[in-house]
């Protein structure tokens, strides 16, 4: 039997490559998926709050974001209070992008929980969440809470 850490990231994975695949014929890389799903929740966000709620490195959420802005699915811009920040927000295309986006999220959550009652995929939920609070006090970049 597996250990339970091995088997979270075989499932990590998998669904990472599930959603990576979809994502690569609308122009998206390995970690640029989940910007616009949380920027069309929160709207416009300054970039460092991105990488905390959307778990990536500071240092590659800049290179994220700037590839991102070269295709024209979100800018960047300094507000004139705070100028040493950058915020980020969808482009119109951006906006446009978002449905097809959580389409793939949710087809890439609908073929890992197959087989899974709702009764299951209810019960899943609860401690996974659970864990990932429990992890994130180990994680010590994250400083702002994620709404």
């Not at 990590?12 to 390995?30: E, F, W």
């Not at 500071?58 to 590839?67: D, E, F």
């Amino acid at each position: 039997m597996p250990s339970l850490h091995h088997l979270w990231m075989k499932t990590c994975l998998r669904m990472k490559r599930l959603v990576s695949a979809q994502a690569a014929p609308l122009g998206l890389s390995p970690g640029q998926p989940k910007i616009p799903e949380f920027l069309a929740q929160h709207g416009e966000h300054e970039q460092k709050g991105i990488a905390d709620c959307c778990e990536i490195e500071p240092a590659a959420a800049g290179s994220i974001l700037l590839r991102m802005e070269t295709a024209g699915l979100v800018t960047r811009r300094n507000r004139p209070d705070n100028r040493r920040s950058l915020y980020v927000s969808l482009t119109p295309t951006g906006r446009k992008m978002v449905q097809t986006v959580q389409d793939i999220f949710a087809a890439a959550e609908a073929q890992i929980t197959a087989g899974l009652t709702e009764e299951e995929r209810a019960t899943l939920y609860e401690p996974l969440s659970k864990c990932f609070q429990n992890g994130k006090g180990a994680v010590k970049r994250n400083k702002r809470p994620c709404k």
